[in-house]
């Protein structure tokens, strides 16, 4: 079965960092034909997309987290991050990885979450 694998969750200070770790396996084709996507949800709240990177490794972030997070990929290991510094206590979320084949495809495919936890 499909898998995207979440790990780096954690609970930090605020100011500290993270760094999320998102692994690929047994998708229908290798990870490198998919765009990629970080996203955080609160109870309570919609889902919200935190950092996408394309398959050709263009990135976009949520106007939140710009200049704070890094979203990356290594195609060759099949993995995703997404380093998160100057964190802050509206950080604090569930955060989940997915993919999609291209951008007007539905995101297919998504991780069981990881928390993320950030104390003021």
């Known amino acids: 079965q499909e898998q995207l694998v979440e790990s780096g969750g954690g609970s930090v200070r605020a100011g500290g960092s993270l760094r999320l770790s998102c692994a690929a396996s047994?998708?229908?084709?290798?990870?490198?034909?998919?765009?990629m996507g970080w996203f955080r949800q609160v109870p309570g709240k919609e889902r919200e997309e935190v950092a996408l990177i394309s398959k050709g490794g263009s990135t976009n972030y949520a106007d939140s987290v710009k200049g704070r997070f890094t979203v990356s990929r290594d195609d060759a290991e099949a993995k995703m991050y997404l380093q998160m510094n100057s964190l802050k206590s509206e950080d604090t979320a569930v955060y989940y990885c997915?993919?999609?084949?291209?951008?007007?495809?539905?995101?297919?495919?998504w991780g069981q979450g990881t928390q993320v936890t950030v104390s003021s």
């Open positions: 997915a993919a999609r084949l291209s951008l007007g495809y539905d995101w297919s495919y």
């Open positions: 047994r998708l229908p084709y290798e990870m490198v034909v998919y765009d």
